[in-house]
């Protein structure tokens, strides 16, 4: 199934999905309702009967899950006006980011089997015009705010995958969201993606970069940096709108190895967290709903030391800085849901667990797997909403078990980092140790999986029973 082809009409064929069980979830997502899918053939019709022992029926109190408003007494805009740089950081960084999702969301295909125009990259996965596009618009504005100060800037994508076809149909659909007042050539185009090609393949940063960091050093001054990942799970973008495709526009501020800003513009995921459906139905007529569709898409903030908020992916002001409509997030809090029924948010593709070691820490923690043999209370989606969904109070765990030899890229864990320590979860090594994120573009080596909770014993009971299943499996 070729999942991208340019609009020309020559198909670019992506192995890596077609190939792979993602095709499998592909078509599972389809038939479902909720989006509770699991590895195992099944078929409409028990879909539905299986959900009732599935996360999407736990029921519990709506108090732990209803977002509560902002800070009761003064607010700014749905902000604390005491949040901390709401106008140096917090404003622009929404503002750029809506413009992403504005690009994202536009391009987002309907279903698994719409087009979009893009190229498969040497590593396999795949890259469309609104990764480029959403990348070009971001660093443009950020570097126009934050150059001056000899910010570094990290980003996933590179200039040198585009051509003139490609960069031609960027211009356009910018032009076409009024956004060619950023950026309207090519050259400009290409430039704006490259300020973000500050690293080279193994992760280390270029030495120009390093040379400069080291000059500040000297000088007693820090460089900040922002690493962006333009369309964080490219593969959900792709998998469509109505299909369940969650994807999300994923930015942090770095300083010191340490995110201490993170924004997750998700344009698919609706913004009611008691709104489980999270394949945005279609009607009889073939079209969806207004009431969901107005549902749709929301975006993470959060400053350390200010709480993390969840806001309109767009404003209703129609002004991108806009911060009204802000709710303060929290994650399901220690003890609030029985163990037994703790819900498991991880990737749709295999690589997060390709030794299958999830299922093994959910048995720990649920006591059992279902009578299929899969895990319980599981919801599986692509990208970074999945630490949105946590900090929420939507999930309590997510776990990222790649191969050994896999080393994380940055931008796909730090925004997340930030936005779930502010929601009172955690984000640790296996070993429980906090993440360096101050090292280039990659992770440490070191790193052989990253583990996320809503917190405190819940965070202990998964490092637990990751240790465990780990010992049981070295005497095997
Ligand atoms: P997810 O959407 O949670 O599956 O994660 C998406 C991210 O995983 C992508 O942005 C990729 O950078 C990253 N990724 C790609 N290939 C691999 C791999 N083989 N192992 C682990 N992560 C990968
Ligand atoms: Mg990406």
């Known amino acids: 199934m070729n999942l991208l082809t340019r609009r020309s009409g020559i198909s670019f064929l992506l192995s890596s999905i077609s190939a792979s069980q993602s095709t499998l979830f592909l078509r599972h997502s389809t038939?479902?309702?909720?989006?509770?899918?699991?590895?195992?053939?099944?078929?409409?019709?028990?879909?539905?009967?299986?959900?009732?022992?599935?996360?999407?029926?736990?029921?519990?109190?709506?108090?732990?899950?209803?977002?509560?408003?902002?800070?009761?007494?003064?607010?700014?805009?749905?902000?604390?006006?005491?949040?901390?740089?709401?106008?140096?950081?917090?404003?622009?960084?929404?503002?750029?980011?809506?413009?992403?999702?504005?690009?994202?969301?536009?391009?987002?295909?309907?279903?698994?089997?719409?087009q979009v125009s893009g190229i498969t990259k040497t590593d396999t996965s795949p890259v469309t015009i609104g990764d480029f596009a959403a990348q070009a618009i971001v660093l443009k504005l950020l570097h126009e705010e934050f150059g001056k100060d000899q910010d570094v800037f990290i980003a996933e994508e590179?200039?040198?995958?585009?051509?003139?076809?490609?960069?031609?149909?960027?211009?356009?659909?910018?032009?076409?969201?009024?956004?060619?007042?950023?950026?309207?050539?090519?050259?400009?185009?290409?430039?704006?993606?490259?300020?973000?090609?500050?690293?080279?393949?193994?992760?280390?940063?270029?030495?120009?970069?390093?040379?400069?960091?080291?000059?500040?050093?000297?000088?007693?001054?820090?460089?900040?940096?922002?690493?962006?990942?333009?369309?964080?799970?490219?593969?959900?973008?792709?998998?469509?709108?109505?299909?369940?495709?969650?994807?999300c526009v994923a930015l942090a501020l770095i300083e010191n190895g340490v995110p201490v800003l993170g924004l997750l513009g998700c344009p698919n995921l609706p913004s009611n967290p008691l709104h489980e459906n999270y394949e945005w139905e279609k009607n009889e007529q073939g079209e969806v709903d207004m009431i969901t569709e107005k549902d749709?898409?929301?975006?993470?903030?959060?400053?350390?030391?200010?709480?993390?908020?969840?806001?309109?992916?767009?404003?209703?002001?129609?002004?991108d800085h806009d911060l009204s409509g802000a709710q303060r997030v929290q994650t399901t809090q220690s003890g609030s849901l029985p163990l037994e029924q703790s819900r498991f948010c991880i990737g749709v593709e295999k690589y997060g667990d390709p030794e299958g070691k999830v299922s093994a820490i959910a048995t720990k923690i649920h006591g059992k797997l279902d009578d299929d043999g899969d895990i319980l209370f599981t919801r599986r989606m692509d990208s970074q909403v999945k630490y949105g969904?946590?900090?929420?109070?939507?999930?309590?765990?997510?776990?990222?078990?790649?191969?050994?030899?896999?080393?994380?890229?940055?931008?796909?864990?730090?925004?997340?980092?930030?936005?779930?320590?502010?929601?009172?979860?955690?984000?640790?090594?296996?070993?429980?140790?906090?993440?360096?994120?101050?090292?280039?573009?990659?992770?440490?080596?070191?790193?052989?999986?990253?583990l996320i909770s809503s917190g405190g014993m819940y965070h202990d009971v998964l490092l637990e029973a990751y240790q465990e299943q780990e010992q049981e499996r070295s005497k095997e």
């Not at 053939?41 to 539905?48: D, E």
């Open 296 to 319: 749709r898409g929301c975006i993470f903030v959060a400053h350390r030391g200010g709480g993390c908020f969840q806001l309109p992916l767009y404003s209703p002001k129609g002004d």
């Open 389 to 450: 969904v946590v900090a929420r109070g939507g999930s309590e765990f997510i776990t990222r078990l790649p191969k050994k030899s896999y080393q994380e890229w940055i931008w796909d864990h730090a925004a997340g980092r930030i936005v779930i320590e502010e929601a009172g979860g955690k984000q640790t090594d296996t070993e429980g140790n906090l993440i360096d994120y101050g090292l280039g573009a990659k992770l440490d080596m070191n790193v052989n999986g990253i």
């Open 158 to 247: 590179s200039s040198k995958n585009l051509d003139d076809e490609l960069s031609n149909e960027i211009l356009s659909v910018l032009e076409r969201l009024g956004l060619d007042d950023i950026i309207s050539t090519q050259k400009d185009l290409e430039e704006s993606i490259d300020l973000g090609q500050t690293y080279k393949n193994d992760g280390d940063l270029l030495d120009s970069i390093k040379d400069m960091i080291e000059e500040r050093k000297s000088k007693s001054l820090t460089t900040r940096t922002w690493c962006l990942d333009p369309i964080d799970g490219t593969r959900g973008f792709l998998r469509g709108k109505y299909d369940g495709g969650q994807y």
């Open 31 to 114: 038939l479902t309702n909720a989006f509770l899918i699991k590895p195992v053939v099944f078929h409409a019709q028990n879909a539905h009967a299986s959900s009732t022992h599935h996360y999407g029926k736990v029921t519990r109190s709506a108090s732990t899950i209803k977002l509560s408003s902002g800070d009761d007494a003064e607010t700014s805009d749905g902000f604390p006006t005491d949040y901390p740089n709401l106008d140096l950081l917090i404003r622009p960084s929404i503002g750029a980011i809506r413009k992403a999702c504005r690009i994202a969301s536009y391009l987002q295909p309907e279903t698994s089997n719409s």
